[in-house]
């Protein structure tokens, strides 16, 4: 899990989220708003108006994924679905606020988060919320990715493909993780972990490839490198120029695979423990910020 580039939602789709969160904070009862809340939601994108503005949202949300249109929890399956951080059948004064909102893919949506959901008692402990009742207070105990960095509270362990909670956290912040990484069963799903792998092997023969194309001499060295994948070279370009487009063209290949947190945990661990990622990085020192 990676912090999200948050955008600011266009206008016209604010004045309609804030539309309908109003008309769900008019009600003073916590069920009669989780209802109104559910309803709206349901009943969202059956006006023009509606439609046009959760298109809006839906297409902003798409725009700051971790990586292409992929799912911002599990890293790996499209995201095609509007998630609420916080669900919106316990805390229904969230439901059509914007910084709530993240796309993740339909498995992680609705068999993992559904409503699971808990929130940190006076003494930091967590307490989990049935469903359908009114929290006590809405200090979650889930990172929220729009706000707050993961990486601040757990990294992948480049090994076991797991995250591993980093020390010394304070209590609430410790929690948090826990609380995530069981809700969303990040380190149990072993299809997320077996993937995990596939993606550091793919990392590493993808920068290892580079490193070998940026020392060759000729445009015919290059050639023999590259694999029937990559972009065809242009023949009157001369070789400098031929390697820093073809330097562009891993970036995106990194930058727009899925698992973006292995190539986080890459940069931040790897870069300075393991050997062979370090000649990498000693050799292309630009990509740290990849
Ligand atoms: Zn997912």
């Known amino acids: 899990m990676l912090q999200l580039a948050s955008k600011n939602l266009e206008n016209s789709a604010q004045a309609r989220l804030t539309d309908l969160q109003s008309t769900v904070n008019a009600l003073s009862d916590f069920t009669a708003k989780a209802n109104k809340a559910k309803a709206l939601w349901e009943d969202k994108t059956n006006s023009n108006i509606g439609k046009s ?150 990392f590493f023969q993808r920068m290892d490839l580079l490193t070998k194309i940026l020392t060759a001499t000729t445009i015919a060295e290059i050639k023999s490198l590259l694999t029937p994948y990559d972009a065809e070279i242009d023949d009157q370009m001369i070789l400098y120029d031929i390697k820093v487009q073809i330097t562009a063209g891993f970036k995106r290949d990194i930058q727009t695979h899925a698992n973006p947190s292995v190539w986080n945990a890459i940069k931040t661990i790897e870069s300075k423990t393991n050997e062979k990622w370090r000649a990498i990085f000693d050799a292309i020192p630009d990509a740290l910020n990849w």
């Not at 916080?86 to 909102?101: R, T």
């Not at 988060?113 to 919320?129: E, M, P, Q, R, T």
């Open 53 to 202: 503005a959760f298109e809006t949202i839906k297409n902003t949300l798409a725009e700051m994924c971790v990586s292409v249109k992929i799912c911002n929890y599990c890293e790996q399956n499209e995201a095609n679905d509007i998630e609420h951080i916080y669900p919106k059948s316990l805390f229904p004064e969230k439901a059509f606020v914007w910084d709530n909102y993240l796309l993740a893919c339909k498995q992680c949506n609705t068999a993992y988060k559904s409503d699971k959901f808990a929130v940190l008692d006076n003494n930091d402990d967590i307490i989990d919320l049935p469903r359908n009742t009114q929290p006590p207070h809405d200090r979650g105990v889930f990172i929220n990715p729009r706000v707050e960095d993961p990486s601040a509270f757990m990294l992948l362990n480049i090994g076991s493909y797991k995250f591993e909670i980093l020390p010394n956290l304070l209590k609430p912040d410790n929690n948090k993780a826990v609380k995530t990484i069981e809700i969303l069963q990040l380190n149990n799903r072993d299809q997320l972990v077996e993937s995990r792998r596939a993606a550091a092997v793919y």
